[in-house]
Structures are given as C-alpha cells and as structure tokens.
C-alpha cells in the first residue's frame, strides 16, 4: 500500500508508505488522488516522512491534485527531507505548496471551516 | 595540463520500464560514495539519470517496454560523467532547451504539471551534452565537484 490515510477533524491525513515517489508509482498515485476527490475530501496533509526520492513526475502529481482541489480545497504537506526540500526549491514549488515541519502544524495551517469539521 | 584520473567507473543496462529506472538510480547513488558529495548532491545526481532515463522512456521509445537503455558513470578527480545511450527516436536538439517552470501565474491551473525534467538536469548539472551517431543516441552529463561545494 502506498499510503494509509486516517480523517482527523475534517482533514484528510496522507501517510506516503513508499520512500520513492517516482515515475513507476505515480501511476498508483493519481487513481488515489482521484478516489479521495471523489470520496469529497477537500482538506489534505500529505506526510513525507518516509519518503526518500521523488523525481519530477512525483511533482507532477502534487501538482495536479492541488489543481483539482482547486479554491475550495488547500494542500499541505510535512515531513520533507533536506533532498525532497531541494527539489521543491529548484522548481519553485516551495512558493507554491504550503510545506511544514510537523503534521499538527500543517493541520493548524490548513484552517479548516467548522462546516467541514464536522462532515 | 595534466588529464583528469579515473576513479571509479560503473555500467547498468535495463530495460525501458519506468520500475527499471530504479535500478538506475541505484547505480549512481553508489558511484557517488566515490565523490565525496553530500546526500543531497548525491540525491540531485541521481535525478537528473532519472529525469533523463524517464524521458527516454516517454519520448525516444514512446512508452514502448523491452528497449535498452544503457547507463555509464565515470568518477574523475574533479568530476563524475554520467550517460545514458539508447536506440529510440533522436531528441530534437531545440527541445533541450529548458525553460523555467511559471509559478507566478494567476493560480493554480497555470502550473507545471510536467516537462521540469529537462530543466532540472540543466539546473543541476554544469554540462549536458547530446548526440545521435548510427542510430545510438548518447545524452552525457557532466557535475564538477567544485560546484558542490
């Protein structure tokens, strides 16, 4: 299993299992991504602590899943390494992704509605 | 001016399968013990190969399984060399010309979500260098260790 996921106080918590987020399980990915839109979760912290490679394809897939979230849905992750870190750098992403040092600060960050907490 | 010594040297062939990049990958994490690199060098090292073993895949075999792609890596006294050869459809030289992902649009929709592997090899490395000779097409690398430190 690639990530476990568990809902606390209306965020959707993402446990990436695989310490290499690369172009052979992006696939797996975005069928994920996908389910958890249907399923209507709109709020989502993505764990990276296991996490060791991720190439541009990695990137892509965050990308895209913060596009489908679109206005009515915020992204933000934590537990990224130094190396995972310097990719987010490179590409500018670090100005778009909303990164954190710890999954209860990412959750505090998110400002859930209390509409949605309670869904 | 005397010619850079070798140190190390390394050679992989797969398959074109995106899991066989993997083993890629493995194969210059441990040509990189030999440089002195940090982790994150090492880590950068190891995505420009695969950044550039992926698009062989998607372009020069056009997803196709059952290519062969070649990997060589050579550590010298001030850098390492990596290449990848393969028998697929030839790069467009104008292609490898990068340009920077748009971060700064209107929102979200205007992201990147592909094509930063090209830009992120010539981020990362000091030469990138292409070539098609007898139908083998040779994309060669090039990180000097002085631009690691």
Known sequence: ?119 | MTTPRRKASLSVTITSAMVEVRKIGAAVRELCRNTGFDAVAIYHCELAVVEAANNIIKHAYRGEPGHRIEFTGTVLDDRIILSLADSGRPADPRMMIPSPPKTEGDGADDLPQGKLGLFLIHSIMDEVRISSDGGENRLTMVRKFSSCN
């Open chain 1, 1 to 119: 299993m690639i990530a476990t996921t568990e809902k606390v106080d209306g965020v959707l918590i993402v446990v990436l299992n695989e310490d290499r987020l690369d172009a052979a399980v992006t696939p797996l990915m975005d069928l994920l991504i996908e389910q958890w839109l249907r399923e209507g979760h709109r709020y989502v912290v993505m764990d990276f602590s296991a996490v060791d490679f991720m190439d541009s394809t990695g990137l892509g897939c965050l990308v895209m899943f913060l596009k489908k979230l679109g206005d009515g849905g915020k992204l933000a992750l934590c537990g990224v390494s130094v190396k995972i870190m310097s990719l987010f750098k490179l590409t500018r992403m670090d100005r778009i992704f909303q990164i954190h040092g710890s999954r209860e600060e990412a959750v505090a960050h998110l400002g859930v509605p209390s509409q949605a907490v309670e869904r």
